[in-house]
């Protein structure tokens, strides 16, 4: 854009926000703006429809003259057009910081509300409660991958393995992205499982990864803010192993919770979507699968705190008071 270009777009943002009469024809809203000729006319309802999708704008029919023209909704509005127009003016951009993957959840600073990823994580999540059949604008492949256990302490119970995504600040199935890198998607699903359990190993013979099933669901990228189309590759984890070591971002889920999109883990909530759908699609669903490893697995005590924080400090409250009145026993 020249800067002629750019000064013609800022005379009709004011134009537009000092207008506080009835509806303006579009051809004499340039004209009070100083425009003239056929190309800048043209322009001008480009402009003006791009205005429309901020809802800043509307059409209406002049009651008096009969023609139709724009009027600003509000007197907000009208500012909202003047400060548009003294950015376009100074060249400034209004929003910044394009380049940072991920989004956050309200309460927003200012800095976060202006950030480009931001913006569109709320641009589009409000595009896709207008219209739930919203065109995605990305695709991606992902893989996930079930494992399922006994633990102990459990009662018996179905525990699934799920991991903290630290960008989209939801827990959901080990697994990710398949990347260029990876000859298929299975070697992604075990790559994946190397990089989220410590210590992990896979050993042939002794570690299989049995598909499950393809689905895809279209939801909000909390990463690059975008509604996506998701292709999600689902494996079990099939192991002779004994232990399967998680780590701090590791959580193990009940089979009763794992569907249920109430479930919170420290105000994060579940990413399963996609899991719902392969239920719907399995035999048996997922309390039809096998376990993934034979033995009931051991929590470590860091697991316990975290699972039963209240039970542990009434454990531990319990003890000192044991131990202090012993000590006039013992003195």
Known sequence: MTDDDAAAVAALLDAAGQHAGPPIPLSELCRQAGLSGAATEASAPIVMSLLGAFGVLRPERDPASGQVGVVAVSPQARYFLRSLASYVRTGHSILDNWERPGTAEPPFTGRQVLSGPQFLYLAEERRLALDADAAPLRQTDVVQVVVKCRLRGRGGRAQYLLIYDDRARQYQLPGGHVRASDTDDRAAAMRELEEELPGYDPT???????????????????????????????????????????????????????????????????????????????????????????????????EVVRDRPWEVVGLVIGILGLVLALIPLLS
């Open 204 to 302: 042939p013979g002794r570690d299989r990864l049995k598909e499950l099933g393809t689905v895809s669901v279209v939801q909000l990228s909390r990463t690059f803010g975008a509604v996506t189309e998701y292709r999600v590759v689902f494996f079990q984890l099939e192991s002779e192993a004994q232990q399967i070591r998680v780590g701090p971002s590791g959580r193990w889920v009940p089979e009763d919770a794992l569907l249920d999109r109430t479930t919170l883990f420290g105000g994060a909530t579940l990413n399963v979507a996609a899991l719902e759908r392969l239920d719907q699609l399995l035999p048996g669903g997922l309390r039809g699968l096998p376990w993934s490893l034979p033995r009931v697995q051991h929590r470590s005590l860091r």
